[in-house]
DNA sequence: AAATGTTATTTGCAAAATACAAATAAATAG
DNA sequence: CTATTTATTTGTATTTTGCAAATAACATTT
């Protein structure tokens, strides 16, 4: 079955976010094809309808062909689109987000990693899809384990107040965090394993979940 | 310029709420076309890139074609794609949701509105996009006003009260719930107006904003 | 006109969550 | 053995929330 509609571009672009000297960073891609050739930008690419499954699958495509691996924590962000947002043509890009450990990272890769604060502009609606992204990290900072996914596997309590600090852009009271974090029920210590140094060891933890949890919350 | 993938269907399809009856009810629409024709479904259509500026403005169109105006509130709610999801090919469907007054509607679209706790099985992915958009509105009725554009412009809050409830599907206790609204500072009070019955008359409010606003909260 | 029923709104207090400040713990380095 | 450093806990003031009851203001009935 056929229709007659004209059909706009479906693309798909990805924020890749990780935590460096810490600060909230993007890993971004070099282009390597007109439009835009040699500039900085959000890596993606155009929806491979032989090959990806759906959306999501064509954006854990652009991350491996980016990264070697797949994201840690990978989620739908938002969906851009209009007639003059690509000069390609009318176009759709469903963007994605995802949360990146730097100790995943090579030295290449760090090489294109910049600081959120100090980003070049970025060409198409680039910018407006970092906005967005940013916005949602912070918001789901607030309210979930989301900020473990920038850490690795095993971290320290402190580690995660510092993450969380970094993603929501605000102080946090440690006495609170770790009250609240532990109620949560979403890490758990591992037993006997501390991080040591010149100071009193600190207790290593994981996540009890493998996905993101939702903190409860009343209204 | 050419590219050279085949590319997929674009669509938008929009889940319309409204509460009849203290209800949370979905507007649906009877396809008039295969595939599906004859069936309840979500009201959609193809992206017109002639036509639309952006997928929103699609989903606008869908929407006055349906109700004859504008929803008060309308807001992305995710994109579903992939090979099987449409009988006609590999499609991109972005969603939307929006929130009706059921004020504004009349008797014919009464007549095609149905409870969320009692919708047949809906064609396509449809029962997906329904599962996602009621989970949307209950997450953010816990931390926004957005239960506030299911009401008419006037309210009472105890109609505000009610519709938080049903949104959320909890009880929330009266005075707790009047203390935070008010604190919060989304609705101010029309003065001199009430609402009167065979009962102390009730203040009437309206939204002190007219976009969606989001609760202050911390961790 | 007074009593009654009904919903609206406020009040008061207990319980829980959070903020803030400080004390204590446990290691290493000198 | 002491100083230093970061980790973790404790204690208390403050703020939010939960719950129950009291009070308010109208229409309707007696």
């Known amino acids: 079955m056929e229709t007659t509609f004209p059909q706009p571009l479906a693309m798909v672009d990805t924020t890749l976010f990780t ?10 891609a070099r282009r390597k094809e007109p439009p835009e050739q040699g500039e900085l930008a959000l890596p ?9 499954v759906d959306t999501e699958d064509a954006a854990r495509r652009v991350i491996r062909a980016k990264l070697g691996f797949d994201a840690p924590y990978l989620e739908q962000l938002y969906t851009f689109s209009g007639k003059d947002r690509d000069t390609r043509g009318w176009s759709i890009s469903v963007a994605y987000y ?21 980003l070049p502009k970025l060409p198409f609606d680039h910018d407006q899809i970092v906005a967005k992204a940013i916005e949602r990290l912070r918001s789901k900072a607030t309210y979930s384990s989301l900020p473990a996914f920038l850490l690795p596997e095993i971290f320290t309590l402190n580690d995660l107040h510092g993450i969380y600090q970094q993603t929501q852009g605000t102080r946090l009271d440690k006495a609170s965090f770790r009250h609240k974090i532990m109620e949560q ?31 409860e919350r009343k209204i």
């Open 19 to 28: 935590i460096l000297h810490e600060r909230l960073c993007l890993i971004l």
């Open 44 to 52: 993606g690419g155009f929806v491979h309808v032989q090959e990806d």
């Open 98 to 118: 995802a949360l990146i450990p730097a100790s995943l990272l090579d030295h290449s890769q760090v090489a294109e990693t910049l600081p959120v604060e100090d």
């Open 185 to 215: 029920d979403i890490i758990e210590p591992i037993p006997g394993q501390f991080r040591t140094g010149a100071h009193r060891p600190a207790q290593l933890y994981r996540l009890t979940h493998r996905a993101l949890t939702p903190f």
